[in-house]
């Protein structure tokens, strides 16, 4: 089925067209980083005002671009996310959907993060789903690994307080870096010294035997080894002194080896035909860069989103639905709940 997707979870509004084998015909993401820089954080209220004035024109850029007129479903985020965004985006949906006597379906947006790594931008099909994938979700609001099948995802473990990409917004912010922070941290990262500085690892007392991450005393650490060095914010953020790159690239180095600690067990006990990463840190240039080295010494597939379909897109969103569709999975236009936490253990989709 041709679909229509709709993502507006945080603060990107996304919309996008799929054919019915995934094949991405357009994804556009319009972006209010800019609108939530000045506050380092997004602000709930400014968020949803904004997808609102967005979604009616992104959706004639893709009546423009990729025609809508044969467009079979509709697709949108339920949850979890901003409520008041998540609202703008579900009610926009099912209008449309409702106007139109379209099909709906409302999708869950880790699920969505979870299938980004089999789309691509090149104008190919979607590759289908195997067996039992291997799969880390790693964004500003999660940082997990599933065991992703084709008929749903079990989460493996968790993070016990930040989320890794929050973690890379609040150094940033406290550095005066901006937001978000992962991009520039990232950038800056690679000018310096991932050895120069060790940090401690924190213990969990974790009955499933120590999978779980804990990022928020990294964090900590982090901001106080800069205050003593730099006077913070710093002067001139575009061009920080090499104690702070050093400190950066240390501070990357430190998040991706946490990230990928409990891989080797968990592919020992799950035996995945693949491991796959997603959301916004799956940008991250270490992060890819290492995730691929384990693959080729592991003999195990590595799938990578590409960069575009990392962050929050709506290309994810449209084949999640069309995969929840093909199970009969549809909702109600006049009845569809947005939702702001996750509410599933095992997410059977
Ligand atoms: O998936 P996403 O767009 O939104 C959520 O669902 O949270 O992820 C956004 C997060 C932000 O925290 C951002 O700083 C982080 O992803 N991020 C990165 C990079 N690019 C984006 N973190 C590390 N390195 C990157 N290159
Ligand atoms: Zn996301």
Same mark, same amino acid.
């Given at each position: 089925?041709?679909?229509?997707?709709?993502?507006?979870?945080?603060?990107?509004?996304?919309?996008?067209?799929?054919?019915?084998?995934?094949?991405?015909?357009?994804?556009?993401?319009?972006?209010?980083?800019?609108?939530?820089?000045?506050?380092?954080?997004?602000?709930?209220?400014?968020?949803?005002?904004?997808?609102?004035? @967005?979604?009616?024109?992104?959706?004639?850029?893709?009546?423009?671009?990729?025609?809508?007129?044969?467009?079979?479903?509709?697709?949108?985020?339920?949850?979890?996310?901003?409520?008041?965004?998540?609202?703008?985006?579900?009610?926009?949906?099912?209008?449309?959907?409702?106007?139109?006597?379209?099909?709906? /379906?409302?999708?869950?947006?880790?699920?969505?993060?979870?299938?980004?790594?089999?789309?691509?931008?090149?104008?190919?099909?979607?590759?289908?789903?195997?067996?039992?994938?291997?799969?880390? /979700?790693? *964004?500003?609001?999660? +940082? +997990?690994?599933?065991?992703?099948?084709?008929?749903?995802?079990?989460?493996?473990?968790?993070?016990?307080?930040?989320?890794?990409?929050?973690?890379?917004?609040?150094? @940033?912010? @406290?550095?005066?870096?901006?937001?978000?922070?992962?991009?520039?941290?990232?950038?800056?990262?690679?000018?310096?010294?991932?050895?120069?500085?060790?940090? +401690?690892?924190?213990?969990?007392?974790?009955?499933?035997?120590?999978?779980?991450? *804990?990022? +928020?005393?990294?964090?900590?650490?982090?901001?106080?080894?800069?205050?003593?060095?730099?006077?913070?914010?710093?002067?001139?953020?575009?061009?920080?002194?090499?104690?702070?790159?050093?400190?950066?690239?240390?501070?990357?180095?430190?998040?991706?080896? #946490?990230?990928?600690?409990?891989?080797?067990?968990?592919?020992?006990?799950?035996?995945?035909?693949?491991?796959?990463? *997603?959301?916004?840190? =799956?940008?991250?240039?270490?992060?890819?860069?290492?995730?691929? @080295? #384990?693959?080729?010494?592991?003999? /195990?597939?590595?799938?990578?989103?590409?960069?575009?379909?990392?962050?929050?897109?709506?290309?994810?969103?449209?084949?999640?639905?069309?995969?929840?569709?093909?199970?009969?999975?549809?909702?109600?236009?006049?009845?569809?709940?947005?939702?702001?936490? =996750?509410?599933?253990?095992?997410?059977? *989709?």
């Amino acid at each position: 089925m041709r679909t229509l997707g709709i993502e507006t979870s945080c603060d990107e509004t996304a919309v996008a067209v799929l054919d019915g084998d995934g094949t991405v015909r357009f994804s556009l993401i319009s972006s209010q980083a800019a609108a939530h820089a000045p506050y380092l954080g997004v602000v709930p209220e400014l968020a949803a005002r904004r997808h609102l004035e @967005a979604l009616p024109r992104l959706l004639a850029e893709a009546d423009r671009q990729a025609g809508l007129r044969s467009i079979e479903l509709v697709a949108v985020t339920r949850g979890p996310g901003l409520i008041g965004s998540l609202l703008v985006g579900t009610c926009f949906a099912q209008a449309y959907a409702w106007g139109r006597g379209l099909p709906l /379906v409302g999708v869950d947006h880790l699920e969505a993060h979870l299938v980004s790594p089999f789309l691509n931008l090149d104008g190919h099909p979607a590759r289908p789903l195997p067996e039992r994938t291997l799969s880390l /979700v790693v *964004s500003g609001g999660h +940082s +997990s690994y599933f065991l992703l099948d084709p008929g749903g995802a079990q989460p493996l473990n968790r993070t016990r307080d930040d989320a890794a990409g929050e973690v890379f917004d609040k150094v @940033a912010a @406290a550095l005066g870096l901006g937001y978000p922070g992962g991009p520039v941290v990232d950038r800056l990262a690679d000018g310096g010294d991932p050895r120069a500085f060790a940090f +401690s690892a924190p213990r969990i007392k974790d009955p499933r035997g120590g999978l779980d991450f *804990s990022f +928020s005393g990294l964090k900590t650490m982090v901001i106080r080894a800069a205050q003593e060095r730099a006077a913070l914010p710093l002067a001139d953020p575009a061009s920080p002194p090499q104690v702070v790159l050093d400190l950066l690239a240390s501070f990357r180095h430190t998040v991706v080896t #946490w990230l990928l600690a409990p891989l080797d067990e968990l592919a020992e006990r799950h035996r995945p035909q693949c491991v796959a990463a *997603s959301g916004g840190v =799956a940008a991250n240039r270490e992060l890819r860069r290492r995730l691929a @080295a #384990w693959g080729e010494r592991s003999g /195990v597939e590595v799938l990578l989103p590409p960069l575009a379909l990392t962050t929050d897109n709506a290309a994810m969103i449209a084949r999640a639905g069309q995969l929840r569709a093909a199970r009969g999975r549809l909702d109600d236009p006049l009845a569809l709940r947005a939702y702001p936490r =996750a509410p599933w253990k095992r997410m059977a *989709s």
